[in-house]
């Protein structure tokens, strides 16, 4: 039997397997070896049908390849779907802040005054004369509150001395107040209305100006002073006592007057309030003055 019968003769698995297998194209050499398929007929086994062609190629274009899947997803988180940019809401806009209103500057505030000393000009001697008495008056009532008076030197003769039983008596005025002084021989005391000077005058001030005519002729430590006073006020009352003091030492030594006259402890101080005038608030102010 030649080959082509051999061919054309179909075996029982053959009749059973629904044909002959399909053979690769192409020469086969007569001593070459059997193909795959012939060889698993011959020997028994049935080969694996393999799917058709159109579902290979639906299979392959199903399973993406592992580069087109790993890369998918990350696109798709990077840029969403445009029906999800669409329909996603727009955010509202924030509000400005409103701008600080910048304070109102003035300009040039922030820059130094130049000060411009006026030119003086020469003063008359009425001028002059004006400005010296307000300048001592100012430095006299600035000592008075300060109760800083200047220490007065005393005398540099020695006291007269003084009987026992003696008494010099004189009388004081200053302003609406009158004091009588006697001056006793002893060791310097000071009596105002039966009182010590300490708690008759509390302020410094009036204690030194009672004391004045004694310290400055050395009679502090070596009389004792007896006052009654009434009339007007402390201050007026301070000034009365000295002035009787003064008028007193006279009396135990005349050589002292110059002494005392100079520093115008005898002389009697006329200065009082001047009294208000009818039509007058004071002594000199006048009621505002109304045009309508």
């Known amino acids: 039997m030649t080959e082509d019968e051999q061919k054309d003769v179909e075996t029982p698995e053959e009749a059973s397997a629904g044909g002959p297998e399909p053979q690769d194209a192409g020469p086969v050499g007569a001593g070459g070896p059997p193909p795959p398929a012939v060889a698993k007929a011959s020997s028994g086994e049935v080969p694996p049908t393999p799917p058709p062609a159109s579902e290979e190629s639906e299979s392959v ?37 409103p701008a600080e209103k910048k304070k109102d500057v003035i300009p040039g505030a922030d820059l130094e005054p130049i000060a411009v000393e006026p030119e003086e000009r020469p003063l008359s001697a009425e001028e002059q004369a004006r400005r010296e008495a307000e300048e001592e008056e100012a430095r006299a009532r600035e000592a008075a509150l ?3 008076t200047v220490e007065e030197q ?65 009679y502090e430590t070596s009389v004792d002073v007896r006052v009654r006073v009434h009339g007007g006020g402390i201050s007026g009352q301070a000034g009365a006592v000295r002035h009787g003091i003064a008028r007193a030492l006279i009396e135990v030594d005349p050589e002292l007057r110059g002494e005392l006259k100079r520093r115008g402890f005898l002389t009697r101080d006329a200065r009082a309030k001047e009294r208000r005038k009818a039509g007058l608030k004071k002594a000199r102010k006048r009621p505002q003055f109304s045009k309508r």
């Open 61 to 97: 274009d199903e399973a993406p390849a592992a580069e087109d899947v790993d890369e998918a997803p990350a696109e798709e988180a990077a840029e969403p779907p445009a029906a999800e940019q669409e329909e996603a809401p727009e955010a509202p806009a924030k509000p400005e802040a």
């Open 154 to 218: 005393p005398a540099s003769r020695a006291p007269a001395k003084m009987e026992g039983d003696s008494r010099y008596l004189a009388t004081g005025k200053r302003k609406n107040a009158i004091a009588r002084v006697t001056l006793l021989p002893g060791k310097g005391s000071f009596e105002v209305n039966g009182r010590p000077i300490e708690e008759f005058f509390p302020r410094p001030l009036h204690q030194t100006t009672a004391r004045q005519p004694l310290t400055i002729t050395g």
């Open 146 to 148: 300060t109760a800083d």
